[in-house]
Each structure stands twice: as structure tokens, then as C-alpha cells.
């Protein structure tokens, strides 16, 4: 054993062992290993692809024609697909849009895209790193903000058909994990997770190695309050053996193929725990079945064997919780569900549809914190103990 078990007796986990069980089979009857991310691109391959997009340029400009780039579209539901094993992905012939270096409107992201790949270029052949906030603070007044480096960065990963950690370029983690979890960072460092302090998602997942753990689940908590409550009430040694991550609200790109990673390393059962709103649901949905930005990557970041353990809306009205603590839905909520209701996803997913349509009917939704209405540890003393010994997810 990894770590000595302080938790419930072993009956407590009886139904979960079940559900990894269901899940193990439900991967053989698939044909084996899940379908795992692209093999990693050599550092001659990113050189030889970003060489060939110069070589393209500088034809076009011998030809005395304006380069442009070719980028996939990425913001169009009819260029996306889904798969209930992989997720949102991006079809294999997609609408594509063009960024001319002869129009007013598009010449100074050509620009950029063409700086960026310097960049990416430069990193790549020195076998060195750079964070996005990096790449921005290089000249800050020509990129303007973060988020067009960020788009940029996301552009140029989807014209190379290669994955950013494949570019030498990292995020800032804004994630923690928590647990039940040793490992070993890429410099050496020895990560050994307890639930005293939480530690900071790795800003290099690709590069973390020897994962152990005895782990019996995952629970990925939406906010980090809810997180650093959960630590303080002791939470992941009174259920001990598990792992707890938050990616603090929609997660970052780490945080997600660290869950990825837990998930292809030991495939524990892996739940949600997010409010019972429009943005909760759409965070978990990110975890299961990806984003349609990132769709282009779905291999390497969806998990579609991901629950909802809570907060479900039918747990509202099955708890009897407080209509006080509830929070009537905005018109953008009901945008939001209304998107959400029309999602490919939606229709393998009876259970989340109900769910779903019984918040749009009740025009309310509930915060995690609502059930500190019925006590004020009702969250790690009943609610997750009862959902977990009982196989309460959806």
C-alpha cells in the first residue's frame, strides 16, 4: 500500500468499487485502453512544421501574391462533433478562415501569429520554456492583452495540428490538488499531495512521473472555497483513500489534463461536485466532454467517464433546502440552459437532460454553500458521504 487508510471501513466502498468496476468493463467491451492523447510531436517535427509555414510565406511572396494563414474554425457547432467516448471534437473537414496579410482588418494579427511563431520557433530549438504571460510580457504594448497571446497560442496549436505543450509553451497553474497522490515532478521534485495543505497543479503535466496512489475516487470540486472548506473539515481523510482537484471555477488547461492524466494512469471513478447553476453544469461539462475552442485537442483533455454527484437540482427539492437560500436564474442563465439543452452531449444523457429541464422549469438554481441552510458541516458530514455510499450520481 501506498499510504496507510484512515477512512471508512471497507464496506463504505462497495458501490464504488462497483462503478470502477462497470466503468473497467465498459473500457473492454470498447476494445481495451481508452482512446488515449496523440503521441507527443518531436521537437524536429514542430521545427519542421512551423519551416514549412515560412516556406509557404515566402513561395507566396515570390509568386507576388499575399501569404495568409489557414486557420480550422473553431467557434462553429456544425464544425464540431461528438463522440461519447472522446467528446466534442473537431470534424476532419471544417469550415477553415483565412488571415490575410493584404487586409486592413486581419494584417497586424498575420502579424502577430508570424511574431508568436519566431517565438515558438526560438523555444523549441533551445530546448527551453516560456508561459503564456511570458510570451505577452515580451512586448505588452504590441500584443495589447493576454487574451489575444492566449488566442493566438491556440490558433497556431490548431494550424500545426500539435498540442501547446508540444511548443514549448506553458500555463500558470491556477489549480489544486489535494489526497491521496505521490508522484515525482519533471526537475526531480518529490510531490507527496496530503490534505494538511493542497498543492499546486504542476505547470508541466506531460512531464510528472511515478503517480501513486490507493485512491477509490476523484471528486473535482468547481470552487476553491468549497475546496479549502472540504481541507478544513478534514474531508479527504475521513474518506480516505481519495484524491480532491479544483481548477477554481472553469479550469485551466493544466487542471485538466491532470484529470486526464489520473484518469488514463489509474482509472479511478472521477465526480463532480459543482452548484446547481448554469456555469456549474457548463464547468463539468469541460471536464467530461471538453470545450468547442479546445475540441481540436479532445483526445487529450476529455474524460467522458466523469459524474455529477451534486449538486443536482433534484437534491433541492429532495432536501427540502430553504427557497431563502435560492437565487431565482437571470436571462443569461436561461440562455445558457437553453445552449446547454441543445448540445449533442445532452441527448446520451437522459439523466443530465432532467436535471437539467427541472432547473429551467424551477427558474432557481443553488450554490454548494445552500446546504450549510440544513447544517453547517452538512456538506462533509452527510451530503457526500450518503452520495458516495450510495451511488448517488448521475
Not at 113 to 135: E, G, H, P
Not at 192 to 211: K, M, Y
Not at 237 to 250: A, E, L
Not at 356 to 371: H, R, T, Y
Amino acid at each position: 500500500m501506498a499510504f496507510a487508510p484512515m477512512g471508512p471501513e471497507a464496506s463504505f466502498f462497495e458501490v464504488l468499487d462497483q462503478h470502477r468496476a462497470a466503468l473497467l468493463a465498459a473500457l473492454r467491451r470498447g476494445g481495451g485502453e481508452p482512446a488515449r492523447g496523440s503521441h507527443p510531436a518531436s521537437s524536429s517535427e514542430v521545427l519542421a512544421s512551423i519551416e514549412n509555414i515560412i516556406q509557404d510565406i515566402i513561395t507566396s511572396l515570390a509568386r507576388h501574391e499575399a501569404p495568409a494563414f489557414t486557420i480550422d474554425n473553431r467557434t462553429r457547432w456544425e464544425n464540431i462533433k461528438f463522440e461519447d467516448s472522446v467528446g466534442l471534437q473537431m470534424v476532419s473537414h471544417c469550415t477553415t478562415r483565412k488571415i490575410k496579410s493584404d487586409s486592413s482588418k486581419s494584417i497586424k494579427n498575420f502579424a502577430l501569429i508570424l511574431k508568436i511563431l519566431s517565438m515558438i520557433y526560438k523555444l523549441v530549438q533551445s530546448n527551453t520554456y516560456a508561459t503564456k504571460r511570458d510570451i505577452y510580457y515580451t512586448d505588452s504594448q504590441l500584443f495589447g492583452n493576454q487574451t489575444v497571446v492566449d488566442n493566438i497560442i491556440n490558433d497556431i496549436s490548431c494550424m500545426l495540428k500539435m498540442p501547446r505543450r508540444c511548443l514549448h509553451i506553458l500555463s500558470t497553474s491556477k489549480g489544486l490538488l489535494a489526497g491521496n497522490l505521490r508522484y515525482i515532478e519533471e526537475d526531480g521534485t518529490k510531490v507527496n499531495c496530503s490534505c494538511a495543505t493542497a498543492v499546486a497543479v504542476p505547470s508541466n503535466i506531460q512531464g510528472i512521473r511515478n503517480l501513486i496512489t490507493d485512491a477509490k475516487f476523484l471528486l473535482i470540486v468547481e470552487k476553491d472555497a468549497t475546496f479549502q472548506r472540504l481541507l478544513d473539515d478534514n474531508f479527504c481523510n475521513k474518506m480516505s483513500p481519495c484524491i480532491m482537484v479544483t481548477g477554481k471555477g472553469v479550469p485551466d488547461l493544466n487542471t485538466r489534463l491532470l484529470v486526464k492524466k489520473l484518469w488514463d494512469t489509474f482509472h479511478i471513478p472521477i465526480f463532480t461536485l459543482v452548484d446547481a447553476d448554469p456555469h456549474g453544469i457548463e464547468i463539468m461539462c469541460i471536464y467530461k466532454y471538453g470545450s468547442m475552442s479546445m475540441s481540436f485537442e479532445a483526445h487529450n483533455l476529455t474524460v467522458p467517464a466523469v459524474r455529477w454527484l451534486g449538486l443536482l437540482p433534484s437534491d433541492i427539492r429532495r432536501l427540502n433546502i430553504p427557497k431563502d437560500t435560492l437565487i431565482p436564474l437571470t436571462k443569461r442563465d436561461q440562455m445558457k440552459l437553453d445552449s446547454i439543452l441543445k448540445r449533442p452531449y445532452v441527448t446520451c444523457q437522459p439523466f443530465w437532460r432532467k436535471e437539467v429541464e427541472m432547473m429551467a422549469d424551477s427558474k432557481l438554481k443553488a450554490g454548494i454553500q445552500a446546504l450549510t441552510s440544513l447544517s453547517s458541516d452538512y456538506l462533509p458530514r452527510v451530503y457526500l458521504p450518503n452520495k458516495l455510499r450510495c451511488g448517488g450520481w448521475i
